[in-house]
């Protein structure tokens, strides 16, 4: 399975991908939301894990543009951010998103709730397929 | 023959220089192709050394050799139906949607900028055919930097490289075939308008304003981020509200600027102006 | 500016068109301090390239003032707040003395971004506060986000405090790792050893990477002892370190790892461990190394250099079998074979002579122009026999380079077949370098007989002696 990190911090893009390289996960990178759609243009991958502030373009509008194209509105976005604030998980869940974990995150919440989307989605049937 | 050798203070020199002219930003790791290329016009022109083929670019009352020097510089690789998924959402996305937009509005216009020989306006152009949208529909603009290779673009003449990605009908319907080359009917050479356009100096493109559609493909990655950012900024101004960008799909806007929204159309990346 | 000129764009920042607004904020960017508030709010205007335009024009308009005016935007929505960051980020140094107050301010986010950006900026005046809160903080974030920004700017006072936190949380942990690793000082080698037994695998995996950047002889013992210990991720991890350094042991299952790292993503990764398999003469590489050369798509820009990085690498393993095997290999790709050939030419290697004599007969032309080409590199008579069967060859390329190569070595016993082969060429460039060889091999000779050929040859070697004479004087 392979995993798109989205983060405008390198030291946290080195952390979560080592989560999921550990974990089987293949990984590819982005440093914010329009470098994350520009390589989606041809990467496919099966789930995008991002982070809310980013420079250029932010988590929710990353959120709210993959979900406008029929293409990539199937893509599972667990959103990874320090703002522990409900009013922003509620809006960020109301653009789409299907996870919102903050940070600090142990590897082990991460793929759970990896694990728990992915599961979701196929007992929904609306599973892309990898 | 001669050995030529390029000081590292000359190609600095001649780095600046281009980069003045042009905004195009040639890499330490591109000085031996630079040696390589410029060799040859050097031995042509019986000139003793790279410190004197600059002065003569410097000093010579044509634009010429400036322009054959940044020939020698950019590689182009370019054929028929380039990214063909761009061309696809071109086609069938946006167009629909710009017919609808400009009902009974003049004429839609596409300007292909950075044009080279011409593959590129001369597919769209094809592309509108087609659909017999051309030429009551829309306008073809194309430019280039280099006269040189819009001359050839005039000429219209290709070998089996360009039109390899072409579809059979293509070529039947748009094309004659004179043993090793190809060469494209007037019906498609006239609905071109070719002209000659610096990307980085925005007084020559005031003839481009009130464009619909601009495609700037695989020209960007010859400038560093400051030269993008003009350029950029030179074709935003260019567009009409509601027009679209494309750059090439290995190409990047995302420290370059905000005023174009990105919008996704089976997974390829246009960047409009709203 | 002129102040005229000033009010006026300050008016038309207002228009209701847009584009005027947009030229308005575009040409404010040579404003002074007048025109930071009206471009302050031109980011919070309706359309997006005017709030790009203001944006671009505070940023070159730079000055403590600018930066002053936008700190508060780092309160407003995450739009707005992103802004300020870019731009503070811009202004560089004299913005750094202003975010002090926010390093105490009571939002977890706001202390965030701003050692964020001071970590963006590289510098600080104040690098003492960094390290209270690295200890002091009470929240995870701020604390991973001061030890970072502690790293980048060197702040070498501040190690045993980066020690400690190497026993926070894991988040704490990693980023304090990585600032070691950029302060690369013995003193924290100890500590980061000990981390090898930590729980988490991550860290351990850091720390593997940690002691790979730290270039110092205790690392590299360390790591050595630990391949035939480790397994796993964790091996693969050690082995690369030690690549990383230039120290690869020659252990089994090591070649095999590195050939692994041959796929992958990075480019420096590949080449570090391409420079380790020649280390350690691991030959059964040159056949993925060639493989990899083969494949690139050469419009891509850096692609060129990549290939040529490939080809010095392989080129520094000498002549070898396998590179030989290479030759006669029908799965390699055309262009890796042409890489290989090139390489066996470079490197005068006798022993390929025999593959190099059956490519001659290739289906592609670039294959045997390179076989030419690399047999005339090649100074073995076998090598040489070739070089006078293949000026006849129906290519007029492989023609060109096999009498370009003959020329070159100046065989005597090239001429007569030379002069019989001329008579009869029709292309201009291969003439040339017929004459260019005939010359090289016997000038006096070859025009006393120039009544042999026909007018066009005549004209070009008048051309050729001509400019000859030029040579000789040099």
Redesign the interface.
């Known amino acids: 399975m392979k995993i798109m990190i989205v983060d405008d911090c390198q030291t946290t893009r080195k952390l979560l991908g080592h989560y999921l390289k550990s974990r089987g996960y293949s990984v590819v990178f982005a440093e914010n939301g329009l470098d994350a759609l520009e390589k989606l243009g041809t990467d496919t991958v099966n789930l995008v894990m991002t982070d809310l502030n980013m420079p250029y373009m932010d988590g929710m509008e990353l959120t709210k543009t993959l979900r406008a194209d029929p293409n990539l509105s199937d893509i599972p976005i667990l959103m990874v951010t320090t703002e522990n604030d409900n009013t922003e998980r509620e809006k960020a869940y109301s653009n789409g998103v299907n996870g919102y974990l903050v940070k600090p995150v142990t590897g082990d919440t991460i793929a759970q709730n990896i694990k728990n989307i992915i599961k979701q989605l196929f007992t929904q049937g609306g599973m892309q397929d990898g | 023959m001669l050995n030529l050798t390029l000081a590292d203070a000359t190609f600095k020199d001649i780095r600046d220089y281009i980069y003045d002219k042009s905004g195009i930003y040639i890499t330490d790791s591109k000085k031996y192709l630079i040696e390589n290329r410029l060799s040859r016009i050097i031995q042509e022109k019986k000139l003793q050394s790279f410190e004197d083929y600059l002065k003569l670019i410097k000093f010579s009352s044509n634009g010429n050799e400036l322009t054959r020097l940044f020939d020698a510089v950019t590689t182009n690789e370019t054929y028929f139906f380039r990214e063909p998924q761009q061309l696809t959402v071109f086609a069938e996305g946006i167009l629909s949607k710009l017919l609808e937009q400009k009902k009974g509005v003049k004429k839609i216009k596409i300007w292909s900028a950075a044009c080279s020989s011409g593959e590129e306006p001369y597919t769209l152009s094809m592309m509108l055919l087609e659909k017999r949208l051309l030429p009551d529909k829309f306008e073809i603009y194309a430019s280039d930097l280099s006269e040189g290779v819009l001359s050839s673009a005039k000429k219209a003449v290709y070998n089996s490289y360009s039109i390899r990605n072409l579809p059979e009908s293509y070529m039947k319907k748009y094309f004659s075939n004179n043993g090793q080359s190809y060469t494209l009917k007037d019906s498609v050479k006239h609905t071109v308008n070719f002209m000659k356009v610096n990307l980085i100096d925005n007084k020559n493109m005031a003839s481009l304003r009130g464009m619909d559609i601009i495609f700037c493909r695989n020209v960007l990655i010859y400038f560093d981020t400051k030269a993008k950012q003009k350029v950029v900024s030179n074709l935003y101004d260019s567009l009409n509200p509601g027009g679209y960008l494309f750059i090439g799909q290995s190409e990047s806007l995302h420290n370059v600027t905000r005023a174009l929204r990105p919008c996704v159309i089976n997974k390829v990346i246009t960047y409009q102006k709203v | 500016m002129h102040t005229r000129q000033l009010k006026k764009l300050i008016r038309d920042i207002n228009n209701g068109d847009?584009?005027k607004r947009?030229s308005a904020a575009?040409a404010l960017s040579g404003g002074d301090e007048r025109a930071i508030y009206p471009l302050i709010r031109a980011l919070k205007d309706d359309?997006?390239?005017v709030?790009?335009?203001a944006?671009?024009s505070l940023m070159e308009i730079k000055g403590e003032t600018t930066a002053y005016m936008v700190l508060p935007l780092l309160r407003e929505n995450?739009?707005l707040?992103?802004t300020a960051?870019?731009i503070i980020r811009e202004m560089g140094k004299i913005a750094v003395p202003l975010l002090y107050v926010l390093l105490n301010d009571r939002d977890?986010?706001v202390r965030?971004f701003a050692l964020?950006l001071i970590h963006d900026i590289q510098y600080c005046g104040y690098p003492d506060k960094l390290v209270e809160m690295l200890s002091g903080d009470q929240n995870?974030?701020v604390r991973?986000a001061a030890a970072?920004t502690i790293g980048v700017l060197q702040y070498k006072k501040a190690i045993p405090q980066l020690i400690k936190a190497l026993s926070d949380?894991?988040?704490v942990c990693?980023?304090a790792l990585?600032a070691l690793t950029y302060l690369k000082d013995d003193s924290s080698l100890d500590a980061i050893i000990n981390l090898l037994n930590n729980p988490?695998?991550?860290i351990r995996?850091?720390a593997i990477e940690a002691l790979g950047k730290i270039d110092s002889s205790k690392a590299v013992q360390y790591l050595t002892e630990h391949t035939s210990k480790a397994v796993g991720?964790e091996k693969i991890a050690t082995i690369k370190s030690l690549a990383r350094i230039g120290c690869v042991p020659s252990l089994p299952g090591v070649a095999e790892v590195l050939i692994d790292m041959l796929q992958e993503?990075e480019w420096d990764d590949k080449l570090t461990a391409m420079k380790a398999l020649v280390s350690i003469r691991a030959e059964n590489a040159i056949h993925h190394m060639v493989d990899m050369a083969g494949s690139f798509d050469?419009?891509?820009?850096?692609s060129?250099?990549k290939l040529l990085a490939i080809k010095e690498v392989v080129h520094s393993f000498g002549c070898n079998d396998s590179l030989i095997a290479l030759l006669n290999d029908d799965s390699m790709k055309y262009r890796g074979k042409v890489v290989a050939i090139e390489i066996v030419g470079n490197l005068r290697c006798n022993k390929s002579v025999p593959a190099l004599v059956k490519l001659l007969k290739s289906d592609y032309r670039d294959v045997r122009r390179t076989s030419i080409k690399s047999l005339g590199q090649i100074e073995s008579d076998e090598a040489k026999e070739c070089l006078m069967e293949a000026i006849s060859d129906s290519d007029s390329h492989v023609r060109k380079t096999a009498v370009a190569a003959l020329g070159k070595i100046g065989l005597m016993t090239a001429f007569e077949p030379l002069m019989t082969m001329l008579r009869n060429e029709q292309y201009n460039d291969v003439i040339d370098e017929f004459i260019a060889a005939l010359m090289n091999i016997n000038a006096r000779l070859f025009l006393a007989r120039i009544g042999e050929f026909n007018e066009n040859i005549r004209s070009i070697a008048a051309r050729y002696s001509a400019e000859l004479s030029l040579e000789i004087k040099c």
């Open positions: 847009a584009s947009r575009e359309n997006f390239g709030q790009d335009a944006m671009r995450s739009f707040r992103n960051i870019m977890d986010d965030k964020d995870v974030n991973a970072k949380e894991e988040w990693f980023s990585e988490s695998e991550t995996y850091a991720f993503d050469l419009s891509e820009p850096d060129e250099d």
